[in-house]
């Protein structure tokens, strides 16, 4: 029988492969423009075409939205965060939802290693100086890579990557998390408590879902727990973030840089935090390659064919109220 598929949003040139194999498949679909549509669109969509199947990027798909699908089987995320499905609200009307929690750990681990070595050596900075007409080499103050303490807030998927990519460094890795690691993964950091991890870190990368718990987890009392001078990279939810306290701690010099790959009010942050001297931006950028890309989309439509066909999901949610 053929289904109504709503796809929200997708942040990729096209949805040929979609429309290949959704449509190929005998399904009918709906899409809405590449970048996430407000909200009251995306409900209006769904009071209108009452879809059988939601896949969502960046946009936001509210108990609203899910109310208006009488016979909605699945709620899939293109991505790893949830936070943008009202979770709950999906399964009270017997949707599943999904996600592909591995696709980008790779890029996202690559990235924030990438972020650590560009403050380490200043790439970013003197840059900066070099086009602005400034060649003095005796202006810098770069830091030895070797011997730096790191510390991981989160070590899931993507924390052990950028562990094991920065073993063998001689660099000091510290770590914590919701459950402590065992075996290899245990081997590459010293685990400890928040509050033990932020006074020794040279620098602190933010590898967090966000969640109720983590929302603002990184406010101005974390901020100055942490070393002074020290440097911030968040290659995960902008939400995990006070923009205003982050700010107050680069002007105060209490952070020396931060690294935003994500940040609160995207995808028009504040011209405060994008703008500031000392902040190494990019746009939500560190899933991404070709190869991550199209493993991303297979798996989300895969989800949706077997959830349309009936068959048990791959990867499956369950909603926050453990119900």
Sequence with gaps: MKKTIFI???????LDFEHQHLEGAGHRLVAGRSAALPREEIDAIAGRERPQAIM?????VSASAIGHCRDLAIVARYGVGLDNIALDAAWAAGARVTNVPDYCVEEVSDHAVAMLLAWSRGIVAWDREVKRGVWDPSLARLRRTRGLTVGLVGYGRAGKLVARKLSGWGLRVIACGRTVPTGADASLVEWMTLDALLPQADAVIALLPLSPATANLFDAARFAQMKRGALFINVSRGGLVDNAAIVDALDSGQLDTAALDVIAGEPNPPAAVTTHPRV????????????????LRERTVDEVL????????????RPTSGS
């Design 8 to 14: 929200t949003d997708f942040p990729w040139p096209d």
């Design 56 to 60: 969502t990027c960046w946009a936001q």
């Design 280 to 295: 190494i931006a990019t746009p939500h950028i560190a899933f991404s390659s070709p190869d991550a890309i199209q493993e």
């Design 306 to 317: 077997r959830a349309l066909r009936g068959e048990a999901a791959r990867v499956l949610v």
